[in-house]
């Protein structure tokens, strides 16, 4: 457990209905909650959330917060996109999601994405002068899009271009992936 508390801090963590791998969204919720963050899941629709282990298995469904119809302006201190190959798939797909994560690098603010979760930063057009991870299979993606580079580590923390960025390659890295979101949080 962190001493470090995240009170008055706020996540908003964007996902489609169907396809967010389990691990990379109910990870971070359950620990930036339990250190105090208010963590708001927003989705396409109202329905539940269903997660998936290993982009097959059926894993725990999750009520979402908001919709991204009825978001609103409210503002949030960092912006979590996690993984599962159809979530992210279908995510980039998503007008209202990608200008949230427009939005969110034009105010500067931080942005933390995991596993699949940087095609939809790949979609907004916010990679220019990055240095980032991901899963391997996004790599070239992410180069095409104008990353400085794509490295192969756990946890990727890049403060130019701008915003801060956040990136992990996989559910192995969760920890440290973790960590350094709260350390971004509690600098806001």
Same mark, same amino acid.
């Given at each position: ?21 389990? /691990?990379? @969204? !109910?990870? #971070?919720?359950?620990? &930036?909650?339990? *250190? ?6 927003? %989705? =396409? ?31 949030? /201190?960092? @912006? !979590?996109? #996690?993984?599962?190959? &159809?979530?992210? *798939? ?6 209202? %999601? =990608? ?36 899963? #391997? ?52």
């Amino acid at each position: 457990m962190t001493d470090r508390r995240l009170d008055g801090r706020s996540v908003l963590a964007l996902v489609t209905n169907y396809g967010v791998e389990q /691990d990379e @969204l !109910l990870f #971070p919720l359950r620990e &930036l909650r339990r *250190d105090g963050a208010d963590v708001t899941v927003v %989705a =396409v629709s109202a329905d539940p959330v269903q997660t998936l282990q290993g982009d097959k298995d059926l894993g725990e469904s999750v009520n979402p917060d908001v919709t991204y119809e009825a978001l609103g302006a409210a503002p949030h /201190d960092l @912006l !979590l996109i #996690p993984g599962g190959t &159809l979530n992210a *798939d279908r995510l980039r797909l998503e007008t209202a %999601a =990608v200008d949230t994560v427009k939005a969110f690098a034009a105010s500067g603010r931080p942005v933390a994405a995991i596993c699949h979760g940087p095609w939809a930063l790949v979609e907004a057009d916010v990679l220019r002068g990055k240095t980032l991870t991901s899963y #391997p299979s996004l790599r070239t993606d992410i180069t095409n899009a104008g990353a400085t580079a794509w490295v192969d580590e756990p946890v990727v923390v890049d403060p130019a271009g701008g915003y801060p960025l956040i990136t992990s390659r996989t559910p192995k890295d969760l920890d440290g992936f973790v960590s350094a979101i709260r350390d971004r949080l509690a600098q806001v």
